[in-house]
């Protein structure tokens, strides 16, 4: 029987919005489900897959080897072949890129570093905008922020209280 987890992560075709030359979106059903962007250069790699590989709507987007969901040793193997075809032999070695999920790091990373608000960046990563301060506290410093103190003494400053 196939766990809950590959089921409700399984994303099919769709699932994904693929406009022309535009950004796309897929919508992830772990938990509540949620929308995620796709760059329009990614759209249009999934949309050569679809083609190439002749999926209908209903299909799984990336089935496993037995046409059932990816299973984890799947892509964990497809993951190190692609490690090694793009990376030196040094980084490799260095242990770049050494998870999966330094890939959805780097995005998260990238969208705050691009001024995506918090709680975006925290809806399409499925999790709190509090865990995404806590994982990318580099993002919050206030040296980047630049602090017009003439106005915040203005917002704070205490009314003119007459006195009696």
Do not use: N
Not at 32 to 38: A, I
Not at 99 to 118: C, E, H, I, T
Not at 139 to 148: A, G, K, N, S
Request: with cysteine; hydrophobic share 40%.
């Amino acid at each position: 029987m196939t766990p809950r987890s590959s089921i409700s992560s399984s994303v099919r075709v769709h699932d994904v919005t693929f406009p022309d030359g535009e950004f796309g979106e897929v919508l992830v059903r772990s938990g509540e489900g949620r929308r995620v962007p796709l760059t329009p250069e990614i759209v249009g790699v999934l949309r050569r897959w679809i083609d190439r590989a002749d999926l209908k709507a209903g299909d799984l987007l990336f089935p496993g080897e037995r046409g059932g969901p990816l299973q984890s040793c799947e892509y964990r193997r497809v993951w190190r072949q692609a490690r090694q075809a793009v990376l030196s032999p040094d980084e490799v070695q260095a242990g770049a890129g050494e998870q999966v999920s330094s890939l959805r790091d780097s995005s998260l990373d990238a969208w705050l570093k691009a001024g995506f608000p918090v709680w975006g960046v925290a809806e399409w990563a499925g999790v709190s905008a509090s865990w995404i301060a806590l994982r990318y506290p580099h993002r919050f410093r206030l040296e980047d922020v630049e602090i017009d103190w003439d106005h915040l003494e203005e917002i704070l400053r205490l009314p003119d209280i007459p006195e009696r």
